[in-house]
């Protein structure tokens, strides 16, 4: 396997240290401004001779902290069966502490849309025989919708856990939506201050059931006021942003979409019923798969990495 950057990618060497036989490349991705740099990882296709015939386009969740989701990819780059596919996953603007610009950058969530746009060209032009099929986190989701409804030529899609209809009416969006306005995000910005007097071995103990790498991750973000800033702004912008669902633009002979649906979610809430209804009124094919009971929304953090 070749640890190779594609030409789009710079490295980035100031990260914490991989985790010994890790097979990904932490890297930067050089927007134009206003954008500017942005977190990613590249997980090399295995077959040194060839360029790779498929790329997976991962966009996360928010907070756009792409470490979160290092085991889940990781698992899925080992347990491919095809020596020729490649991950790339690009975070959102702003979100990863260390990863700014010296003018500020834009978090709202049109801006990640654009971020995610720019990563799909760059891929796609890049290697241009490859297939590109988008995978996208909570709204992370709505985001690689919108990219495959500005790039109809995406050859796939998968949904998880998907925050794409009225999310300010879920449960969570009910209980949380005060957060995000202006003067709480304020306020917590501030708070967050606090974080560096707190040492990580009691927020350790505060989140004992997370895996420790996770931990890890979020403490660097609780202790960057920028990225909650950042994140906090962009779920201001979910809450108005994302209303009626509407795929009725989807090519079904062409474009293929599957959806991952938890038992229970609630980012998602009554909203589940909308999603399937619409899909079974607009005849919209693709595959669906249901969650075994007890899988959260926050997956990517459930499991220690040798789990996945």
Known sequence: MSFRLPPFLAPHIFRRCRPPGSLYLDAVF???FPLGPVHSLWWPNRDDNKPPNVILLFIPGNPGLLDFYIPFLSAIHNKNQNDNVAIFAHAHSGHTPDFFAAQPQPSHLVAQVEGALGAFDAASSTFKDARIILIGHSVG???VLQVLKQRPQVSGVFLLFPTISHISSTPNGQK???????????????????????????LS??????????????????????????SLSMAHDEMSAIRDLDLSWIDHKTQRLFIYLADHDDWVGNQKTTILEFLTETGLICGIVHGQPGIPHAFCISKPSNQW
Do not use: G, K
Request: glycine share 0%; charged share 10%.
């Open 141 to 143: 989701a709505w985001i």
């Open 30 to 32: 050089n927007h134009e």
């Open 205 to 230: 103990l505060l989140f004992y059931a997370w895996p420790p790498d996770q931990v890890h991750v979020l403490v660097d973000f609780l202790r960057s006021p920028r990225s909650i800033m950042s």
């Open 176 to 202: 949380l939506s005060w957060v995000f306005t202006p003067f709480w995000r304020r306020f917590l910005v501030l708070s967050s201050y606090l974080t560096w007097v707190l040492p990580t071995t009691l």
